[in-house]
T-cell receptor, first 113, second 110 residues
Framework: NAGVTQTPKFQVLKTGQSMTLQCAQD?????MSWYRQDPGMGLRLIHY???????DQGEVPNGYNVSRSTTEDFPLRLLSAAPSQTSVYFC????????????FGPGTRLTVL | GDSVTQMEGPVTLSEEAFLTINCTYT??????LFWYVQYPGEGLQLLLK?????DKGSNKGFEATYRKETTSFHLEKGSVQVSDSAVYFC?????????FGAGTTVTVRA
């Protein structure tokens, strides 16, 4: 099993550009989520999904869109990149049940100029 | 809403020293509690967890006990190694959503 994979590993955007961060998992997990990590702030939840076709907002959803058409994939779209979106983005997945471990991808480091 | 507060770092220790990282939480209901670790350049990985009051999670010499009366989940290790240098995150989950503390950077010197 590859676990949770994310692409790209690094990305530089100009303000106003759009892009999609890819996330895939091969563990048949129902739950997937996106976090951003900023210095001194821990990880903050952007969006999450409890199954294919179901998504919901987390703590910091503005400027991001998600969709979940399959169990395996959960892409994160930046509609019009802003310097405030410079961050490291992590995708995670888990089986259902809030006591279960979340498995994290290796992260995407995004810089918006 | 739910929140996690953990001691600020950075923490610098010598090898074989005792490590404690304090973590307290605010949550409704009965959250599960976690410690995640992030090694340089990597994603987060689960270190240990506890799902109910008085549970003790343990792994790789690290321990933490779920204390509902003090809403705490402090991480301890009796003798740290250089390989324990990492960022440690306390977290809780309620209804699938993970809430993280800010993270504590630990550096262990040989």
């Amino acid at each position: 099993n590859a676990g949770v994979t994310q692409t790209p590993k690094f990305q530089v955007l100009k303000t106003g550009q759009s892009m999609t961060l890819q996330c895939a998992q091969d563990m048949n997990h129902e739950y997937m989520s996106w976090y951003r990590q900023d210095p001194g702030m821990g990880l903050r939840l952007i969006h999450y999904s409890v199954g294919a076709g179901i998504t919901d907002q987390g703590e910091v959803p503005n400027g991001y869109n998600v969709s979940r058409s399959t169990t395996e994939d959960f892409p994160l779209r930046l509609l019009s990149a802003a310097p405030s979106q410079t961050s490291v983005y992590f995708c995670a997945s888990s089986t259902s049940g809030s006591y279960n471990e979340q498995f994290f991808g290796p992260g995407t480091r995004l810089t918006v100029l | 809403g739910d929140s996690v507060t953990q001691m600020e770092g950075p923490v610098t220790l010598s090898e074989e020293a005792f490590l404690t990282i304090n973590c307290t939480y605010t949550a409704t209901g009965y959250p599960s509690l976690f410690w995640y670790v992030q090694y340089p350049g990597e994603g987060l990985q689960l270190l240990l967890k506890a799902t109910k009051a008085d549970d003790k999670g343990s792994n790789k010499g690290f321990e933490a006990t779920y204390r509902k009366e003090t809403t705490s989940f402090h991480l301890e290790k009796g003798s740290v190694q250089v390989s324990d240098s990492a960022v440690y995150f306390c977290a809780l989950t309620n209804d699938y959503k993970l809430s993280f503390g800010a993270g504590t950077t630990v550096t262990v010197r040989a």
